[in-house]
């Protein structure tokens, strides 16, 4: 009984140290993104209204996202770090990528827009690096709109304003 024990003690120990002296992946403190994804989600009429757009990323020191308290400058409505997730809406209208900026919802409002603010995953403890998915709800049908593919440019930002690459989807066809 006592072997069993020991080899379980070894084994525990071999796994401890192996995973104790694993470098922690290092990444640039600009953020990175890559295209994972994009899954179209259909109404009760058959058509694609929603998508979730999947992004790999990963950021050095661990300030991307904003508090719900992040409203003064540079942070406040009126600036363009407002938002942190920032996306360009294309379609292919008679062959040639256009891109579109939807209209008001009513008079005297903003345009309406896909942008939209990452809540803070700034992790707790000493190591801040970043590594993960985003996964972004969109509304993927333009009501304004008889063209059916589209594509995304996407970008974000961190709480230092250092703005990662930029990624394109690939086209999207959608069910209107």
């Not at 640039?28 to 694609?48: C, H, M, Q, R, W």
């Not at 709480?159 to 930029?166: C, D, F």
Request: charged share 25%.
């Amino acid at each position: 009984m006592k072997m069993r024990s020991t080899k379980v003690h070894i084994a525990l120990l071999l796994w401890v140290l192996f995973f104790a002296c694993r470098e922690k992946p290092e990444f640039s403190n600009v953020p990175y993104i890559e295209y994972s994804g994009f899954d179209a989600i259909t109404n009760l009429e058959g058509k694609d209204s929603i998508g979730i757009l999947k992004l790999y990323f990963t950021d050095g020191d661990g300030d991307v996202g904003l508090s719900a308290s992040d409203t003064f400058p540079p942070y406040d409505k009126a600036s363009e770090y407002y938002y942190n997730f920032f996306i360009d809406y294309f379609e292919k209208q008679n062959g040639v990528w256009t891109k579109v900026v939807l209209p008001p919802p009513f008079p005297g409002a903003d345009s309406l827009t896909n942008n939209s603010r990452i809540p803070n995953l700034t992790p707790d403890g000493p190591n801040k690096t970043l590594e993960g998915e985003i996964k972004m709800q969109l509304f993927t049908n333009n009501p304004f709109s008889a063209f059916d593919t589209v594509r995304y440019e996407v970008r974000i930002c961190d709480r230092a304003l250092n703005m990662s690459n930029t990624v394109r989807t690939p086209e999207i066809l959608l069910r209107k």
